[in-house]
């Protein structure tokens, strides 16, 4: 958290937490291709493997505010783990909790497509993509 992300409320305002979903994915699937310059591997490196000519997009965000996330001068916790994995799209599931005291603040998720830039034409997943999003899928989440 940042203490600019702060709304006249004095908690985190709802566009800083999409951004911090966004921090958040990044961190966990790497960086699309082409964008900025190498750091650490992420744990699945699933964005930043994909062919040349592949855009990582977001068809839609689904955002629970379940309580206000305050703002505080350490890192807010978010988790992620893998829902439903179709054919050509996948969801990525987030819940943010309040650093200090633990509580649930946000439950979201998003679901991604791979898109060929050329065309604009939604891709398939390939097995590859699947078998690395595999092992971080959890039960069905209801929000």
């Known amino acids: 958290m940042r203490w ?25 699937f790497g960086p699309p291709r082409g964008a900025g310059l190498p750091g650490i591997e992420p744990e699945v490196p699933l964005f930043n493997e994909v062919p040349e000519g592949t855009l ?8 629970r505010y379940v309580r206000t996330l305050e703002y505080r001068n350490v890192p807010a916790v978010v988790q992620l783990w893998i829902g439903a994995v179709k054919g050509a799209s996948f969801d990525i599931h987030y819940l943010v909790q309040d650093p200090v005291t633990g ?4 439950k979201a998720s998003s679901h991604l497509a791979f898109v060929d830039e050329a065309t604009g034409r939604v891709l398939r997943l390939t097995p590859e993509q699947k078998a690395k ?10 929000h």
Do not use: S
């Open 4 to 28: 600019g992300d702060m709304d006249a409320y004095g908690h985190i305002n709802n566009v800083q937490l999409v951004r911090i979903l966004e921090e958040a994915r990044i961190a966990a």
């Open 56 to 63: 990582a997009l977001v068809v839609e965000h689904k955002i």
């Open 103 to 106: 509580e649930d603040c946000v």
């Open 133 to 142: 999003l595999a092992p971080f899928m959890a039960p069905r989440q209801t």
